[in-house]
């Protein structure tokens, strides 16, 4: 199976930008999407096929890939997006990385 | 366009279970419906699919054999059987969307809409 590589937790401060990264074996060459959790709640698509915005999501959240690395990076940090942030991929079948958890300082 | 799911279960270990998942608001038979699931404290878990238009189904290969993903087409609605339940089954169940329809050529892709979640609990 494909292995997907999340950092366990990000801090920033409010207004900064926060940067959560998600490596795999030449990820670039695949497509990456990005969901949002709150406790409690299920999972909201925040960022699909890399770097693309669902309807309603800030254009704060941006997405890229390439080499190795895939990042879904928050501009202008606010308490509201504190959450766990989990990317997915499709190989023979699909994968989701182990989530990272957004602190908010 | 929604998901609803139904509602928490109690199950004793070795029984099964079958959760739905009701949709509304788009053409049920023109996109793939997923299954995740979420033990506490813990990550996503891909479960598998049901193309809701043919009935055919892609199972993770740690759940083929246990799971039984159904459809009903009249009222909208896709199912998820789990069977020969263990405590480590506890978890959120929930079903998910596929963002692209069977109209484009991406196939399986991100999970656009999501249902509420089901609490499934297995204990003696």
């Known amino acids: 199976s494909y292995e997907l590589t999340q950092s366990l937790s990000v801090s920033v401060a409010l207004g900064q930008t926060a940067r959560i990264t998600c490596g795999g074996n030449n990820i670039g060459i695949k497509n990456v999407h990005w969901y949002q959790q709150k406790p409690a709640l299920a999972p909201v698509l925040v960022m699909y096929?890399?770097?693309n915005r669902p309807s309603g999501i800030p254009e704060r959240f941006s997405g890229s890939n390439s080499g190795n690395t895939a990042t879904l990076t928050i501009s202008r940090v606010q308490g509201g997006d504190e959450a766990d942030y989990y990317c997915q991929v499709w190989d023979s079948t699909t994968e989701f990385g182990g989530g990272t958890k957004l602190t908010v300082l | 366009v929604q998901l609803v799911q139904s509602g928490a279960e109690v199950k004793k270990p070795g029984a099964s279970v079958k959760v739905s998942c009701n949709t509304s608001g788009y053409t049920f038979t023109d996109y793939y419906i997923h299954w995740v699931r979420q033990a506490p404290g813990q990550g996503l878990e891909w479960m598998g699919w049901?193309?809701?238009?043919?009935?055919?189904?892609n199972y993770a290969l740690k759940f083929q054999g246990r799971v039984t993903m159904t459809r009903d087409t009249s009222i909208y609605t896709a199912y998820m059987e789990l069977s020969s339940l263990r405590s480590d089954d506890t978890a959120v169940y929930y079903c998910?969307?596929?963002?692209?329809?069977?109209?484009?050529?991406?196939?399986?892709?991100?999970?656009?809409?999501w249902g509420q979640g089901t609490m499934v609990t297995v204990s003696s």
């Open positions: 998910a969307r596929n963002l692209a329809n069977f109209y484009d050529t991406i196939g399986p892709d991100a999970f656009d809409i």
């Open positions: 096929r890399n770097n």
């Open positions: 049901i193309n809701p238009n043919s009935g055919g189904t």
